[in-house]
Each structure stands twice: as C-alpha cells, then as structure tokens.
C-alpha cells in the first residue's frame, strides 16, 4: 500500500517560493506540494530597469513565464499550483483560505486548504509598484493586477517623460537613472541622494564609479537631499517635487526608488517584528513569541533578515527543503543559513555597456557588470530560477 503523502504548502511563487517547491520536489518523494500564488506567471522583476525604459530591448517571454509548465516533469499527484490570494493562516485545523478571484464574496470564490507543513514565501512590494508618492511602476507583481498591462502603461509613460526625477540613489535609483539617460539625449535626469554619495554600503570605489558614470551620462546628482514633498497635478499630471535644500522641481515624472512592503496582511501578528517582517531561526522555522514552529517556515524577502536580494533566496530555499525533507525522513539532519556568512556583492549596470559592483572586496569593472548583468540584466537566469536549478 502506498504511504500517505505529506502536504506542503508554498505561500507565493516568486523567485523563493519556486526554489523551495522545486527543491523540495526533488529531495522528498513523499511531499505533495500545493504552490499558491495570485497571477500563474512568474515575473522576473529584476530586470524591469531595463524593460520599462527600453521595451524593445528584452522580450516579454524573457522575463514573463507560466509557472504550471515547470513542474511538468514530476509525479503526478506530487504538485498543484492554485491561482489566489492567501488571506488567513488557521492553526486551529492546519489550513489556510485562498480568495481566488478580486472580489471573492461567494463561498464558491473562497477555498480551504489544509497542510502539515506551511512555507511563507510572500515577498514584499514597494511604494513605487502601489503607485504610492510616485509614477507606478511594477517592480514586483500586485496581487490580480494584469502585470502586462501594467508593464505596457509604465513603459508608455517613461517614453513620453522628458523631465523626471528619481528619489533614491541605491542600485535601483542608479540604474534607472542609467537606463534613462541612455534611452533618449532629450531627457533631463535628477537624482536624489539623501546621503553623501550613491550606493550606500558599497566600497568607496564603487560609489565614485557609479556618480561619475552617471555624470557622464548628463545625469544631475544632489547629494545630502532629501525628497520632502510630492504632489501630483490631477490634471496635468505632473510632478511637484519639494526637497530639503528649499529647491521645487516640476517634472513629468517623479520615481520613488525607496522603501520595502512587507506582504504580510494574511500572517498572524504573532510571528512578526515591529517592522511587520516574519521572525525565523537559523533553519527559517517561524518563531512565535520566542518559540520555534516546527510546521511552519519563511523564504526570501517576508523574513526579518538583512539584505532583502535574489542572490540571498536559492540558499535559503535549499536550507528549508532539506529540513523539511529530513523531517518527513524522520532522519535527524539539520540545515542551518545564517545571512553573514553569504558574500556581500552588488551588481549595478548604468547604462548597456559599463557599470559598477563588488564581490566581496573585489571590485568589478565595466566590462565584468556588462557581461554578468548589464547585458541583458540577467534574464539568462530567469529559467534557471523558474526551476530553482540556481
Ligand atoms: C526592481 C527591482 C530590482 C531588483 N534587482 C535585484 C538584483 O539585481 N539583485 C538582487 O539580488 N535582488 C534584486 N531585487 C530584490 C529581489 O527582487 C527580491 O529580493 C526578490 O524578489 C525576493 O523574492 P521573494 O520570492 O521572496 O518575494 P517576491 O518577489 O516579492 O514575491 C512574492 C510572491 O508572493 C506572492 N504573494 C504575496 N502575497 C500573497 C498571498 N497572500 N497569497 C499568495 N501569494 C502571495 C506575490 O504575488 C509574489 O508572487 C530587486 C528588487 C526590485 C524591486
């Protein structure tokens, strides 16, 4: 007779959530996975610098792609994908309720799903993708919104923008700013740094690079600024922008490159910090009030850990389908992540061909970023991610 399968379900099917599902397929036969997620097409956000401003330079299959197709190859039984939105965790029968549409009223709409083992791999969103104090962009997917659409509105709407000015002067900030620039000589660029330089928390050579490639490229740098006050005009839809030197820029577009969401509306208060992020332990198991769950983990940005980084999910993924794995095993191995001990890198195009990063204390040149990254901002490994073969 054939054993009882053990249900897992994966909350989110981004870059964490596929690692895990995919991963944990591999190493646990008996696992059955149940991966929820609002839209069935797995966006790769990172390259979205370079696609919103210059949308014939990648393709939409590059970094749009169906989630169910991936998961082809394994046993029947072993995988369902359910497309909806988790919105309550109940502990009290192990299970958690998807809407499955926008506006699910019906019960019909609302369905339960019951699981011995739960992964929260919800991610997070930013001002700039709600439309929050800035031009919305979708830097990350919103929950039964057409990603497409919202892409193909972006895209038209940076197009047209002669004068923009962009809050924020990490790798997000300076690349767009680079992409910008190089996109059209007509427009006229600002960026805004709160702090002394760009790239807070590179090396010192990396910061310098990134200002003066940018210089290069006519970009305007204020240093020491911050952004005080937006305001849109309803009917010219232009931009006020007030900073904190006294200055006020009238611009087409103003672009917050500020600021994490935690994706958490549907996760109990109980397992986060004051920030609103999922508390974990060195395996990832939630803890609760000090205590660590045994049924239930967090993966990729929805946890309390520093660095909130793609380059930070395919390790922890493989951390959490070995412990649940080995716990299915009853085999007594334990895997452990610890956030300090994954090298520190950054990786900033500015522009096509040049760039700026480090890998640890090396510094990278031009060249180096164009080809890792600055190429085509590394949609060579959206599929790899896609099957969490990263
Ligand atoms: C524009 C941009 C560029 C970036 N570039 C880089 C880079 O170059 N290098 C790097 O290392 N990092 C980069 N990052 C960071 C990187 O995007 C994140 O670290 C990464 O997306 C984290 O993946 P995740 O799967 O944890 O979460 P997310 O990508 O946020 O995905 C969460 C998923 O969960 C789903 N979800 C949310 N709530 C629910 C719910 N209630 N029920 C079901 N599903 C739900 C969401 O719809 C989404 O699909 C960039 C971030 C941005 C915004």
């Not at 085999?331 to 990063?357: L, N």
Request: aromatic share 8%; net charge positive; charged share 20%.
């Amino acid at each position: 007779m054939a054993s009882k399968r053990v249900s897992v379900i994966v909350i989110g099917a981004s870059h964490a959530g596929l690692a895990v599902s995919h991963k944990l397929l591999r190493q646990a036969p008996k696992a059955s996975i149940t991966l929820i997620n609002p839209s069935d097409e797995y966006y790769f956000n990172i390259s979205a610098p370079r696609f919103l401003v210059k949308p014939r330079s990648l393709l939409p299959n590059q970094y749009l792609y169906n989630i169910s197709e991936t998961f082809s190859e394994y046993p029947s039984g072993s995988f369902t994908f359910v497309k909806g939105l988790v919105t309550k965790i109940d502990y009290s029968n192990k299970s958690v309720l998807v809407a499955t549409s926008e506006k699910s009223t019906t019960e019909s709409d609302v369905i339960s799903i019951l699981f011995d083992y739960l992964v929260i791999a919800s991610g997070s969103t930013t001002p700039a993708t709600l439309g929050q104090g800035s031009l919305k962009l979708p830097f990350k997917a919103t929950p039964f919104e057409d990603t497409r659409k919202a892409i193909s509105e972006a895209q038209k709407k940076l197009e047209v923008a002669k004068r923009i000015v962009i809050g924020g002067a990490g790798p997000l900030g300076v690349e767009l700013a680079g992409e910008l620039a190089e996109a059209s000589a007509e427009k006229i660029i600002t960026l805004v740094s709160k702090s002394s330089s760009l790239l807070e928390g590179a090396t010192e050579t990396v910061k310098r690079t990134a200002e003066s490639l940018l210089r290069r490229k006519n970009v305007e740098i204020l240093k020491n600024v911050t952004v005080d006050q937006v305001q849109e005009d309803p009917e010219t839809k232009s931009w006020m922008v007030t900073l904190s030197n006294g200055r006020i820029i009238t611009a087409d577009q103003y672009i917050s490159t500020t600021g994490v969401i935690p994706n958490n509306k549907f996760i109990p208060t109980s397992f986060l910090n004051h920030d609103g992020w999922v508390n974990v332990d060195e395996r990832l198991r939630v803890v609760e009030d000090g205590t660590s769950r045994s049924d239930t983990y967090a993966v990729g940005d929805i946890t309390c850990l520093p660095y909130r980084l793609l380059s930070r999910v395919p390790l922890q993924g493989a951390t959490i389908a070995s412990n649940i794995a080995a716990d299915i095993a009853q085999d007594a191995r334990i895997a452990t992540y610890s956030a300090d001990a994954q090298k520190k890198m950054m990786v900033v195009p500015v522009g096509q061909s040049t760039g700026t990063g480090h890998l640890g204390r090396w510094t990278l040149c031009g060249f180096l970023v164009w080809l890792f990254k600055g190429k085509d901002f590394l949609t060579y490994k959206a599929p790899k991610f896609l099957r969490g073969k990263e």
